[in-house]
């Protein structure tokens, strides 16, 4: 009667504080500059080495410039923090890709790419989209600061155990309606902390058919409706996915591997605290028009009205279409936008690439927009090119820029400046997040082709 999650955080508990937390061993630490500076400082202060350092690895993303990253980093802060997971990595002796590394990226797409992250792994990074590598069948979620100096001393963490969810999406899919949808939908309908305290189990037709890299997007966005972490149950399409990848079992060890991984999954009886279940059948290409993921309306539909809100989330409603100069009930079909941004760990994987030149191919970039379009790796940017999309892209206008986590937030060069409005393929819409006053509506890789050609937002279905 056990659910996925109990069988994955059950085999890794060294042992539970009576009225307290547990401690949970960990499989993976990923760490990049933006969180790990005092962890390391933390140790070096106690005279403390990493308990197992070859389960740690490290890049910077989140400050990286997408171009010109043979030269040094312009802005100081971001060049200091670069620097310092460089000489921290190398003085604790930790795995390190650095920027202009073929293996760099951001760190939600390399550690799926090489193999690093599999199924029924324990998994953390000081990043709260984390819940990425869920997708593969393992138990991942974000970590505070001192928490990853308590990981890369003890290679163990004190959790207090979430409660389960699971929520089941049945049916198919309608033309032009993709992963990002999908959470985007989820959010609206169960709000930005429906979730919370719960850690999230996806299952049902809609998500067995979507395709790994669609079951990344939909991991990553869990933390977005409060969860503390978001999951699937490894299938035959996760097996083949993980396959040959770098860091994935090989011979005997993968049979072995296997073999285990197949056992995955809750038990027919298994009891959640939690279940919800939704019809794919309902789900349109959605966009958000307020300032939290939870936003969003089908993209031919209706900003809400305030009688549709209610006294109780009026102010927030009001005070989120005030900052992006909308009006309650009226439709964003055809408003004018100024910056399309394809990327990010939610949607910069080659899928999302290949979307967005399907939608794009033999059109134009509009001459109102400025497009950024940034891989999540180098490996995704040079998938990019050997597949020719790189062509498709350029002919319509596009350039591809270097990889990072770019105007995903305002953290480096890419953003978006104020008052101006940018469909992005990013994961929050917060105020400022893409840059001081900048306006977010988050949307799917085939929205932001299809304003990046018209310069207004439209319904990709119109395109397709």
Known sequence: MNTLFDKIWDKHVVQVIKDGPTQLYIDRLYCHEVTSPQAFSGLRERGLKCFRPRQIFCMPDHNTPTHDQDKPIADPVSRRQVETLKNNAKEFGLSYYGMMDENNGIIHVVGLEKGLSLPGMTIVCGDSHTSTHGAVGAVAFGIGTSEVEMVMASQCILQQKPKSMRIRINGELGNGVTAKDVALYLMAKISTSGATGYFIEYAGSVVENLSMEGRLTLCNLSIEMGARGGFMAPDEKTFEYLKNKEFAPKGVDWDKALSYWRTLKSDDDAKFDKELIFDGADIEPRITYGTNPGMGISISGNIPTVEEIGEGGKASFL??????????????????????????????????????????????????????????????????????????????????????????????????????????TSNRNFEGRQGPGARTILASPLVAAAAAVTGVITDPRDLI
């Open 319 to 424: 005070k989120a279409l005030n900052y992006m100069g909308f009006k309650p009930g009226e439709k964003l079909l055809g408003k004018k936008v100024d910056y399309v941004f394809l990327g990010a760990c939610t949607n910069g994987r080659i899928e999302d690439f290949r979307a967005f030149a399907s939608v794009v191919r033999g059109k134009k970039k509009a001459d109102n927009i400025v497009a950024w379009l940034v891989p999540g790796s180098w490996a995704v940017e040079r998938q990019v090119r050997k597949e020719g999309i790189d062509k498709v892209l350029a002919d319509a206008g596009f350039e591809i820029r270097q990889p990072g986590c770019s105007a995903c937030l305002a953290m480096n060069d890419d953003k978006v400046p104020s008052g101006k409005y940018s469909v992005s």
